[in-house]
């Protein structure tokens, strides 16, 4: 079963941890300096937060968490389809985990991940140019896929 995945960038994590365990009825299952995930059941949903210097404020990007490589490749494949410049990621550490990913921008700039974790890891870790895909002019029939190059944006999860 896939997951919602919903990363919002805070300017107060201990507030906004406060806040979203109110709305959620439920604590984060992981807090870090600054970092924090509800992995919840009800609503079916990867919700994170994170207060990190430079970094947007607000939604970060939307994501669909899958439970296995099946799953993960059937969710690649309408990537692909959708005719928009693909950032494959593959294996990497973010958000305090191991994970395989795939990122993409909607028509109007809106990033999402596609990922499966793997484990956890006990640093953030590191995060792609996701500027590229976000500012990526609609590309019918583009030929090539963006490179994932390291940036100093902490956009991840």
Same mark, same amino acid.
């Given at each position: ?24 009825? &439920? ?7 600054d970092y924090a995930k509800w992995m919840l059941d009800d609503p079916h949903i ?50 305090? =985990? ?6 993409? &921008? ?7 991940? =596609? ?26 029939? =583009?030929?090539?896929?963006?490179? &994932? &190059? ?8």
């Amino acid at each position: 079963m896939k997951r919602l995945h919903l990363h919002v960038g805070v300017t107060d994590l201990d507030a906004s941890i406060a806040f979203y365990t109110h709305l959620f009825g &439920a604590g984060p299952s992981i807090v870090k300096a600054d970092y924090a995930k509800w992995m919840l059941d009800d609503p079916h949903i990867n919700f994170a937060i994170s207060m990190r210097e430079g970094a947007v404020k607000g939604i970060e990007h939307v994501g669909l968490q899958v439970e296995d490589a099946d799953e993960l490749a059937e969710v690649y494949t309408r990537l692909k389809a959708a005719d928009r410049p693909v950032l494959e990621e593959g294996v990497t550490t973010c958000c305090y =985990a191991r994970s395989e990913k795939s990122w993409i &921008a909607d028509p109007d700039g809106v990033v999402w991940e =596609a990922f499966l974790t793997t484990g956890g890891s006990t640093t953030y870790g590191g995060s792609p140019d996701l500027d590229q895909l976000a500012h990526a002019e609609a590309a019918t029939g =583009a030929c090539c896929v963006p490179e &994932a &190059a390291a940036s100093s944006k902490t956009t991840c999860c």
